[in-house]
C-alpha cells in the first residue's frame, strides 16, 4: 500500500507527509483497475530437445514473434497479436512439445493518493532514527502522520536492530537486489549505496519516478550512523537498483507500479547470475486463472539453486489470500506489524504460508527529491512515511544480509533458517505471532545468535542432471568430497533418500511423475541442516 499527502519543510531537510488510504489493498479513488496480463505477450517454456524446426512452427501458429529468451530456466517471451493472448495460451498448452504456457502477468505497486493535510511536524532536527520504531522501540514519542499529532510506541515492539549491530553492522561485500521501480540513488541516505542501476522495463529511465523502490532501499540498506537521515537495517550492505516495475500509465502522470512478470524473472535470473545475496521483491499479487507463474516460479528456484535469499511481501489484503511470488516455498514471506506488535489492519495472513512479520505501519524511509521539490542531490533529503508489506519486507532483507556478513561461509538455507528460528513467537503485549504467520516478527539479534549456523561440508560439489524414461522424469546426481556422516538426499525440502556413506557418490531419483516441473536438490549430513550446495533439474 502507498500514501502521501502533502509536502512540508523542515529544519534542515523534507517532508512529504503520509495519510493513509481508505482501502489498504484498493486503488486511488478514480483509477480504473489495470488488466491482469499484457494483451499481447506470452512465455513459453519448450521441453529440452524439442527441434528448431518444431518451434518454429508452433510460434507461426500463434502468429508470435520472439522478444528474448531465459536460456537459464529454458523460456521464451514470445509477441502475440495485441488480444490475442488467452488463444496463444491454449494453442501453445496443446503442443506436446510445451511444457507450459502463460500469459505476462501483470504485479502491482499501489502508488501515492491524496489525504487529510496533518500539521507539520516541528522539532526532529535532522536525525531521524528516534523516529524507526521498527528498528528501536523504546515507547518513545513519535510523530503520527494520520493525524498530525504524537503517539507512543510500545517497548520492545521492534526488532532488536541496536542489539544486532553490537554482534555486527554488515558487510559491503553482501549486495541486496531491490528488484522494484527503481531507485534515486543520489539520495543523502543511499548515496555511495548503488553498485548499478539496471533497467529491465520498457520506462525510458533507470531512475525512481514513483518513490517506492527509494522507500524500500532506505529501509534494507540506507547509509547509517552518519548523523542524518535514517538507518537501513543491513547497515553496511550494497544494493543494486534493478528497475522491474514501470510507472503505469504514464510516466508523466503515474498512479500505478505495474511489475510484468517477464521483467521480474528477467531482474531475479540477473540477480542470481551477478552474485547477489539477497533479492526483495516488494511487489506481488493474488492468483487469477493463469496465477502463480510457472516462469516465475523456475526463475525462483534457479536463484535459490545460485545460493540467493528471497524476500517478498505478503500482501496488503488482510486475508488469507496467497500472493506471488511471496507465496512461493523458496521465498521469505513477509506480513506488516504495526508499533504495539499488533499485525497491521491491512496485512495479509496466513501461518501456512506467511513465514514472518515485521515492522509496516508508519514507517520512515528516504523518498525521491523530486516529491519534496528538492534537486536529486540535495544534502538533507527528502523523507516520507508509507505502510505497506512492502516497507516489512525490506527490513528482513536487511537481516539476511546482516546474516549472511556475520556467517560469510553459510548457505542461503541457513541464512533463511536464522531469521525464520530467530523470530520472536510472542509479541511485546503477549500477542501469538504464530496465529497470523508461521514463524513469527523477525528479530535481528536472535537471527545472529539463536543458533550459530555451522559452515557446510567441505569440498562438496553436487550436480544433477534430468532425463525421462518412457515418459518419466527422473534425475541423476552425482557429488564429489567427504564428508563425516551419512549422506541425506533431499528433494525441493523432502529427504528422497540415503544413498551413500561418506565420500564420492551418485544416486538416481526416479521422480515418476510427467509434464514438467523444477526440482532442487541438496546433499545434508544425516540429522542435520548442514548441507552441501544445491543443484536444479527444470524438465
Not at 497 to 525: R, V, W
Request: hydrophobic share 40%; aromatic share 8%; glycine share 10%.
Amino acid at each position: 500500500m502507498r500514501h502521501a499527502a502533502f509536502l512540508a519543510p523542515l529544519a534542515g531537510a523534507f517532508f512529504l507527509l503520509a495519510a493513509p488510504l481508505a482501502d489498504a489493498g484498493g486503488l486511488p479513488a478514480g483509477v480504473e483497475t489495470p488488466p491482469r496480463f499484457a494483451p499481447d505477450k506470452v512465455l513459453v517454456a519448450f521441453r529440452p530437445g524439442t527441434a528448431g524446426a518444431q518451434i518454429a512452427q508452433a510460434h507461426a501458429a500463434a502468429g508470435a514473434q520472439l522478444v528474448k529468451r531465459f536460456d537459464a530456466i529454458g523460456v521464451q517471451v514470445l509477441a502475440v497479436p495485441a488480444g490475442t493472448v488467452e488463444d496463444a495460451v491454449a494453442l501453445y498448452q496443446r503442443n506436446p512439445n510445451v511444457r507450459y504456457a502463460e500469459p505476462d502477468h501483470y504485479r502491482l505497486l499501489i502508488l501515492p493518493t491524496e489525504g487529510k493535510d496533518p500539521a507539520p511536524p516541528a522539532g526532529l532536527g535532522i536525525d531521524y532514527f528516534p523516529e524507526q520504531w521498527g528498528l528501536d522501540n523504546t515507547a518513545q514519542a513519535l510523530y503520527d502522520p494520520d493525524t498530525g499529532g504524537s503517539v507512543t510506541g510500545t517497548l520492545n515492539a521492534d526488532i532488536d536492530a541496536e542489539e544486532a549491530w553490537n554482534l555486527s553492522t554488515g558487510s559491503d561485500t553482501v549486495r541486496i537486489a531491490i528488484l522494484d521501480a527503481g531507485v534515486e540513488c543520489t539520495h543523502v541516505d543511499l548515496l555511495g549505496k548503488c553498485v548499478e542501476q539496471k533497467n529491465f522495463t520498457i520506462s525510458s529511465t533507470p531512475g525512481d519516478l514513483i518513490g517506492h523502490g527509494t522507500h524500500v532501499a532506505g529501509i534494507a540498506a540506507a547509509n547509517t550512523d552518519n548523523g542524518r537521515g535514517t538507518a537501513g537495517v543491513g547497515w553496511s550492505a550494497k544494493i543494486g537498483s534493478l528497475k522491474v516495475c514501470r510507472e503505469y500509465p504514464s510516466e508523466s502522470f503515474p498512479l500505478l507500479g505495474m511489475c510484468d512478470v517477464a521483467d521480474s524473472v528477467e531482474g531475479i535470473l540477473y540477480a542470481a547470475d551477478q552474485g547477489y545475496k539477497v533479492i526483495n521483491m516488494s511487489y506481488g499479487s493474488d492468483p487469477d486463472p493463469y496465477s502463480p507463474s510457472q516462469a516465475e516460479a523456475d526463475a525462483i528456484t534457479y536463484a535459490w539453486s545460485k545460493g540467493v535469499v528471497l524476500v517478498a511481501a505478503a500482501g496488503n489484503d488482510y486475508a488469507s489470500t496467497r500472493h506471488y511470488p511471496a507465496a512461493f516455498p523458496e521465498v521469505i514471506s513477509v506480513a506488516a506489524t504495526d508499533r504495539h506488535d499488533n499485525l497491521a489492519y491491512f496485512s495479509s495472513f496466513g501461518s501456512a504460508w506467511v513465514s514472518v512479520a515485521a515492522p509496516g505501519h508508519n514507517i520512515l524511509s528516504a523518498y525521491p527529491n523530486a516529491a519534496c521539490g528538492l534537486p536529486a542531490n540535495d544534502p538533507d533529503g527528502c523523507y516520507t512515511w508509507l505502510s505497506g508489506t512492502s516497507m516489512a519486507s525490506p527490513h528482513v532483507a536487511g537481516v539476511a544480509a546482516l546474516v549472511w556478513a556475520h556467517y560469510p561461509g553459510i548457505t542461503n538455507a541457513q541464512v533463511r533458517s536464522s531469521i525464520e528460528d530467530g523470530a520472536d513467537a510472542q509479541g511485546a503485549l503477549g500477542q501469538n505471532f504464530r496465529a497470523w504467520v508461521k514463524y513469527g516478527r523477525v528479530n535481528a539479534y536472535q537471527a545472529l545468535t539463536a543458533d550459530d549456523p555451522a559452515p557446510p561440508p567441505a569440498n562438496i560439489s553436487l550436480t544433477a542432471t534430468g532425463y525421462k524414461v518412457k515418459g518419466l522424469q527422473k534425475a541423476n546426481l552425482q557429488w564429489t568430497g567427504a564428508t563425516s556422516a551419512f549422506i541425506d538426499v533431499w528433494r525441493n525440502g523432502s529427504i528422497v533418500s540415503a544413498p551413500s556413506e561418506s565420500n564420492d557418490g551418485a544416486y538416481t531419483d526416479p521422480i515418476n511423475k510427467n509434464g514438467g516441473g523444477a526440482y532442487t536438490y541438496k546433499l545434508c549430513e544425516a540429522g542435520t541442516a548442514t548441507c552441501s550446495n544445491e543443484a536444479v533439474v527444470v524438465f
